[in-house]
């Protein structure tokens, strides 16, 4: 159907609604009778997919290979093993990898872009999902149109509809019937499409489409998308097994070689080799580094950020710097009016949030402000020219809206001003709505036959409009910036009010016809109103911690220079020393300017999202790694240009959430900070399952080329060796990626993204604990050969010592420099059980006939375990002597 033919009374009989849009039961029945409104259902989670994904990477397709190669053989108990190995890696990486499926999609339905309705007559926020034909829906600047919209009231309305035509400018929008017929989607003028974006103005419409059926719906018919992105971090841990992978197989075909030198059998060192490989190369590492992946952005949801791209996860953990929004981010974006000037006298309010309470006072006392008329004009205006609203529920004040203006009502209300009768007598005919680029809102207001236009907005811009004042003097706009700039200092946010009447039959008002600023159209200049938003309690501590930990704060906000300032002062940003950087100085400055400047500018203000573009591509300039806040239309670009972007959940346009990385479902910059330390901890978790799993692998070959070295018989067979894998790595590396973090996690400086997953440090560990444990196995071995033990008993103490050898070094993998003796035992409840439970199997293997027959082991004596712990031990006593050097050296 051709919707932009048909006028809106048309549409309302059509779709059966009217202007108030539906009632809640009628949308109900609507949602049954078309459905959800998305392009397409979200495909269900495939089991079998997971599972065979598991089997996706060269370091199992070796170890298939080793294990067809052992069937040919005629070897199938060690077959049987290499493939339990592998089917039992592939069980566990299934389930952890299902279950942050799950966590994922859970929380991508909590990011569901939201749709202003009309529903019972009421304005409502709804998921998009929700929406039906006929649901009457609200536009402004900012967001995704959620359906195809039949437009029915238009005020400045700008749609960019590039992702639907590909024309690049803004459309602009308007609701009168169009005759002309056949037309394309981009000349349909009277409709907004699903999927673009509102660049600017307001609007009411209709719903007359949606899902499948909108013209998006009707493309993604034929387009069929599968976009994976595979996170930077997992890239550099696949290539990091690979070389792992290749090291493992050239050290094994030497091991086979040397085995042949020295005369043993082609078959038994192939299978020697085979083992060697399996228990050497980390298989369990990608799935690793997934499960830690999605236990960080399990947490960071439960501190209200929700992670949409998984590389964030990690990049935050190397976050040097932090462009922060100031309003409802580092403050509560709760605006309380506390000062009002009418051109002449001050006035203070008192009380504060947004219960109607307190007096207005003048020189300290309380006046009666209907005796006042001018300060009654400026809190009159602050009313009307206004789009939100203040309520009670269940006996607390709240608001629909934006905060700043909710003040404006509050205060207006303190003053004995009712928002109810106030609209009935000034009723609003046309609005401009404010944009950040346009500097004002103006609304025109019919009043016993007359229209008068009320403006309010930034002073500087409100007085540019200015010719007089309502006293009747030539506006004195050095004076009333001075003020303006007394009242800033102070931490205030300061709007300017003016009004002026007009011609009676005039219906809509243009930006054109207010910004006349002649002797016949100028405005009167009313007043100020300055009201503070305070800084949040917990945003003041989490600035504290990122300086603990070398991140460096820095405040871009469009509020005026001295308010911002004074709030960067309460918040610890800056000393009060520290130069603020304005929009207008930056216009002035090159980039190169810039460039030198960011590295001491801490606070930004009056500044527009393009300069906080700027920003941030000079800091990436000084190699930092910036994380940035944003969320109107404009942000989009610095969200984009950020190693993280961060989108407002509350505040937050859809198009700031779509180029984001991260929600923050609080708008709270401490929850920036909670999530850079799950960043880090997610990292070092990861380094703690390589530091786990590398050395014990070197150990495996090692060991068995040291026995070789004294002519002794290799310490295990095959089938024992692949025990060792699946009993100690099968769990323990899993359980370390669950790590809930170490106390320095915060308080040291923020990691080189250049850095790789092994550290010089780690690696220099890794090569004194991969030769200790080696040593250790050989010497209990050969020990216990020369008490008379048989091979098979010394093979079981071999094999036990290096199973115990990994116990110890899963806990030394806890901590890169803190001792384990000042770790809690059951603060990774996962690894003490794993350890526990492996601990059971290898008695089970030990003693238990059927496994003695599998893996040919035999039981030992007390004094074999004596040998074994305390061999064993010696891991501990070496990476604790190793850590405190280290620490004394940091120091």
Request: proline residues 5%; contains cysteine.
């Given at each position: 159907m051709n919707w932009y033919q048909i006028s809106s009374k048309e549409i309302y009989q059509k779709l059966n609604t009217s202007e108030k849009g539906l009632t809640t039961e009628e949308a109900q029945k609507r949602l049954k009778q078309y459905g959800a409104n998305r392009l397409t259902e979200e495909e269900k989670i495939n089991r079998l997919k997971i599972f065979l994904h598991q089997f996706a990477s060269p370091l199992i397709y070796i170890l298939i290979i080793a294990g067809v190669v052992t069937i040919l053989l005629k070897e199938y108990i060690d077959a049987s093993v290499i493939f339990a190995a592998v089917i039992i890696n592939a069980i566990i990486g299934y389930f952890q990898e299902y279950k942050a499926e799950q966590s994922v999609r859970a929380l991508k339905r909590m990011l569901v872009p939201k749709a202003k309705v009309l529903r019972d007559g009421v304005e409502r926020?709804?998921?998009?999902?929700?929406?039906?034909?006929?649901?009457?829906?609200?536009?402004?600047?900012?967001?995704?149109v959620p359906a195809d919209i039949r437009l029915i009231h238009t005020v400045e309305l700008k749609i960019d509809e590039s992702i639907l035509t590909g024309e690049s400018l803004p459309v602009e929008k308007h609701?009168?019937?169009?005759?002309?017929?056949?037309?394309?989607?981009?000349?349909?003028?009277?409709?907004?499409?699903?999927?673009?974006?509102?660049?600017?103005?307001?609007?009411?419409?209709?719903?007359?489409?949606?899902?499948?059926?909108?013209v998006f719906g009707k493309i993604a018919k034929h387009i069929k998308e599968a976009e994976t992105v595979k996170a930077p971090l997992q890239d550099k841990i696949t290539k990091f097994a690979n070389a792992i992978g290749i090291l493992v197989l050239s050290a094994c075909l030497l091991l086979f070689i040397a085995g042949l030198i020295i005369g043993e059998s082609i078959k038994d060192m192939f299978m020697t080799a085979v083992a060697a490989a399996v228990a050497a190369i980390p298989e369990g590492l990608p799935v690793v580094v997934t499960v830690a992946l999605a236990v960080g952005v399990s947490r960071m949801a439960k501190h209200n950020a929700i992670v949409r791209k998984l590389h964030a996860v990690e990049t935050l953990g190397s976050t040097t710097v932090i462009g922060s929004d100031k309003t409802g981010t580092l403050t509560k974006n709760e605006m309380t009016v506390k000062v009002i000037y009418d051109g002449k006298d001050v006035y203070e309010v008192e009380g504060s949030g947004y219960e109607p309470k307190g007096n207005i006072l003048h020189n300290g006392?309380?006046?009666?402000?209907?005796?006042?008329?001018?300060?009654?004009?400026?809190?009159?205006?602050?009313?009307?020219c206004n789009e939100s609203s203040v309520y009670v529920e269940n006996g607390e004040y709240k608001i629909?809206?934006?905060?700043?203006?909710?003040?404006?009502?509050?205060?207006?209300?303190?003053?004995?001003?009712?928002?109810?009768?106030?609209?009935?007598?000034y009723r609003q005919i046309a609005i401009i709505p404010f944009e950040s680029e346009r500097g004002y809102m103006a609304t025109l207001h019919r009043h016993k036959g007359k229209r008068y236009i009320f403006v309010k907005g930034a002073p500087e811009k409100v007085l540019e409009m200015c010719i007089k004042d309502s006293f009747g003097n030539e506006i004195d706009r050095g004076k009333i910036l001075y003020m303006a700039n007394e009242f800033a200092k102070r931490g205030l946010r300061i709007l300017a009010f003016a009004y002026r009447g007009i011609k009676e039959e005039i219906e809509e008002i243009t930006c054109k016809e207010i910004e006349k600023c002649d002797t016949v159209s100028g405005l009167i200049f009313a007043g100020?109103?300055?009201?503070?938003?305070?800084?949040?309690?917990?945003?003041?501590?989490?600035?504290?911690?990122?300086?603990?930990?070398?991140?460096?704060?820095?405040?871009?906000?469009?509020?005026?220079?001295?308010?911002?300032?004074a709030i960067g002062e309460m918040l610890g940003i800056s000393d009060g020393k520290s130069k603020v950087l304005t929009g207008k100085e930056l216009e002035r400055m090159s980039d190169e300017e810039l460039f030198h400047k960011v590295k001491e500018v801490s606070i930004y203000a009056r500044v527009s999202p393009e300069h906080k573009l700027r920003i941030v591509k000079q800091l990436k300039r000084h190699g930092e790694?910036?994380?940035?806040?944003?969320?109107?239309?404009?942000?989009?670009?610095?969200l984009k240009a950020a190693h993280i972007g961060i989108a407002m959940g509350k505040s937050g346009t859809d198009v700031a959430k779509e180029a984001s990385d991260m929600v923050l479902t609080d708008d709270n910059f401490a929850s920036i900070f909670h999530a850079v330390r799950e960043g880090r901890i997610v990292f070092d978790n990861i380094r703690k399952v390589t530091f786990f799993l590398i050395p014990t692998g070197v150990a495996s070959i090692l060991s068995i080329i040291l026995a070789m070295l004294f002519s002794v018989p290799i310490p295990y067979v095959p089938a024992q060796i692949l025990w060792i894998n699946l009993v100690t790595n099968a769990l323990q590396d899993i359980a370390l990626a669950f790590e809930p973090g170490e106390k320095g996690v915060l308080t040291r400086p923020p990691r080189d993204p250049k850095e790789g997953i092994m550290?010089?440090?780690?690696?220099?560990?890794?090569?004194?604990?991969?030769?200790?444990?080696?040593?250790?196995?050989?010497?209990?071995?050969?020990?216990?050969?020369?008490?008379?033990?048989?091979?098979?008993?010394?093979?079981?103490v071999a094999v036990t010592t290096m199973v115990f050898f990994q116990f110890f070094q899963a806990w030394n993998s806890r901590s890169e420099y803190e001792s384990i003796f000042k770790i809690s035992l059951l603060s990774n409840p996962f690894l003490f059980l794993s350890l526990i439970a492996a601990t059971i199997a290898q008695l089970a293997f030990i003693y238990v006939p059927t496994l003695q027959w599998i893996f040919r082991t035999e039981p030992i004596s007390i004094k074999d375990w004596q040998n074994i712990l305390l061999v064993a031990l010696s891991v501990i006593i070496v990476v604790e002597i190793d850590k405190w050097l280290r620490r004394r050296w940091r120091k």
């Open positions: 926020d709804i998921t998009s999902e929700e929406l039906v034909p006929g649901d009457i829906v609200l536009l402004y600047s900012g967001i995704r609701h009168h019937v169009i005759k002309e017929e056949n037309l394309t989607h981009g000349d349909q003028k009277n409709m907004a499409f699903m999927g673009t974006i509102v660049v600017s103005g307001r609007a009411k419409g209709v719903v007359v489409e949606t899902g499948m059926n909108t006392l309380p006046v009666n402000p209907k005796e006042r008329h001018h300060l009654i004009d400026v809190l009159r205006i602050g009313l009307l629909q809206g934006d905060p700043t203006e909710a003040a404006l009502i509050v205060s207006a209300m303190k003053a004995g001003l009712s928002p109810e009768e106030e609209k009935e007598r100020l109103q300055g009201m503070i938003d305070p800084p949040r309690p917990e945003a003041i501590e989490a600035i504290k911690g990122c300086k603990s930990a070398g991140i460096r704060v820095v405040m871009i906000t469009g509020d005026h220079a001295v308010t911002a300032k790694i910036v994380a940035v806040t944003g969320d109107g239309v404009n942000d989009a670009p610095a550290s010089r440090l780690l690696i220099e560990r890794t090569i004194i604990v991969g030769a200790l444990i080696s040593a250790g196995i050989v010497f209990n071995f050969i020990n216990a050969l020369e008490s008379d033990a048989s091979l098979e008993r010394a093979r079981t």
